[in-house]
């Protein structure tokens, strides 16, 4: 039988605006260096780039969205 599991922190989410208002060009440009810094490391080591939609948990809809993700990841396994 197939198990479903929420993986909880396993990613970060940093909302682009947030990151212009809340910090200096310096705090910003080095976070966007270690960042590109990521992205060209896992292209050497091979991963394939993903990309995601959001869905905030507290929104009224959440539970819709992964109930709609539960069953896509339960069909792939």
Known sequence: MNKFEVKKDSHIILKVEHLGELLSNTEYNNLIGILELLDERKKLNGYKQ????????????????????????????
Do not use: A
Not at 59 to 70: A, D, G, H, N, T
């Open 50 to 77: 993903h990309r995601y939609y959001i869905c905030n948990v507290d929104e009224p809809y959440s539970e819709e969205v992964l109930s709609v993700i539960k069953k896509g990841e339960l069909k792939e396994e």
